[in-house]
């Protein structure tokens, strides 16, 4: 039975992500910043794991509890958004370095962290959760600075470790939620349940070629 | 005679583009940390968080008719990905992607009393993802990404007064060229890559 890592695990994405591979029979290891207030997740049986996804002692910590578990697939889902509305002008540096600390450096430390249980495993994927923001083509309607710099640079970040982990059989790739009805969205968009079906067919149907590929929870590419 | 401030011009690739600039006529403003040069360079480090606002300060309201952001950070460039920490990653993010879009930001009013002004984003190959193949880089790979991605929303949010945002895409040579050519069409898209 496969076992997959998913950050960020206590509600919207994550949790559904949870929930949906748990019941389709993985192993599943959900983190949390806050474990005594995730009763939902709780009720799911799933493994429960403290982690502050951006916090490199806080990384350290879980791969030292996980040490010898092989884990099939790493899904750094964990982010966050700050000031969305922002003009160029409003961008401070403090919502610059914390956006990136999260949602940037975050999944990178997340797998680097976590890649002997990733090489133990059948496997052996590492994922981040992208976003349409991130694209650069696409991108005509600006706004959203520190998120879209955060994506834009986590896609990239991504597509280099394609190009340095594939060798070792290590599948590096990105998926796109769509627009899903959550918090961070103002419950607008698609059910966050379709979302996730769309995203764990997705996973499933992973192998080393689709390394250094950006998939939509759709199965279709998202450019660059 | 139109003016360009150019940042890094104490190295390349800033170097070549003062060149290519003073040769074409343009009035060319430094920046850099060149001693030889000492005094002919404006001060600006744009790993410093008060340097921006201390090198538009000594701007004054001078006309900028074009920027070009060439001062950048190749830190943990030969790092593999299990050597990079939070450390390398965002400093070279903040000055390669933030201290460009905060800077550009700070001299609004200098491009705004320009004729059909510009800020110029250098790129390079490394911000081409999907396509770059060079090993390593990852901090520069990242940074510059999402540098292009910030000079997409810049000429989104900058349509209405018509500054163009352009993006250096190339590594070839005769970049100063193509882009002091880009610069004399007032009519080039408002977001053009190189």
């Not at chain 1, 910590?61 to 889902?77: S, T």
């Not at chain 2, 005679?1 to 009035?27: H, N, S, Y």
């Amino acid at each position: 039975m496969p076992r997959i890592l998913i950050s960020g695990a206590n509600r919207g994405i994550g949790l559904e992500l949870a929930r949906q591979f748990s019941s389709a029979g993985w192993h599943v290891i959900a983190t949390t910043r806050r474990p005594e207030g995730a009763e939902t997740l709780r009720a799911l049986g799933v493994r429960i794991e403290t982690l502050e996804a951006s916090d490199p002692a806080s990384i350290r910590g879980l791969a030292e509890r996980l040490e010898g578990v092989p884990i099939d697939v790493v899904l750094a889902n964990a982010g966050i958004a700050r000031n969305l509305d922002a003009n160029a002008a409003e961008v401070t540096t403090a919502e610059m370095r914390e956006v990136l600390q999260t949602n940037l450096w975050g999944p990178l430390g997340l797998a680097v962290a976590l890649k002997e249980n990733v090489l133990a495993s059948e496997r052996k994927v590492v994922m981040a959760m992208s976003s349409l923001m991130s694209s650069i083509s696409a991108n005509d309607w600006g706004t959203q600075y520190s998120y879209r710099a955060s994506k834009a640079a986590l896609n990239a970040l991504w597509s280099a470790l394609a190009r340095e982990w594939t060798a070792e059989g290590i599948s590096c790739t990105l998926l796109r939620p769509g627009m899903v009805a959550t918090d961070m969205t103002g419950h607008r968009g698609i059910a966050v349940e379709d979302s996730v079906a769309g995203m764990r067919h997705v996973v499933e149907h992973l192998c080393l070629a689709d390394s250094g590929r950006i998939i939509g929870y759709d199965g279709l590419d998202v450019p660059w | 005679m139109p003016t360009v401030l150019i940042t890094g011009v104490d190295k390349a690739p800033g170097q070549a583009f003062a060149e290519g600039f003073r040769a074409a006529g343009w009035r060319v403003l430094g920046t850099g940390a060149d001693p030889v040069h000492a005094g002919a360079l404006l001060p600006y480090d744009p790993a410093q968080e008060n340097a921006a606002a201390e090198l538009v300060a000594q701007l004054g309201d001078i006309a900028l008719d074009a920027v070009i952001f060439a001062d950048d950070s190749t830190a943990g460039n030969a790092l593999r990905p299990e050597e990079i920490g939070p450390n390398v990653l965002i400093d070279v993010m903040m000055v390669n992607t933030y201290a460009p879009l905060d800077l550009a930001a700070r001299l609004i009013p200098n491009l705004k009393v320009a004729n059909h002004p510009a800020v110029v984003a250098i790129s390079g190959n490394a911000g081409m993802t999907g396509t770059s193949v060079a090993p390593l880089s990852l901090p520069l790979k990242a940074s510059k990404a999402a540098l292009r991605q910030m000079w997409r929303n810049l000429a989104v949010e900058w349509a209405d007064w018509g500054c163009r945002c352009l993006v250096i895409a190339s590594e070839d040579e005769a970049r100063a060229e193509a882009l002091i050519a880009a610069l004399a069409a007032p009519s080039s898209a408002p977001c053009l890559e190189i």
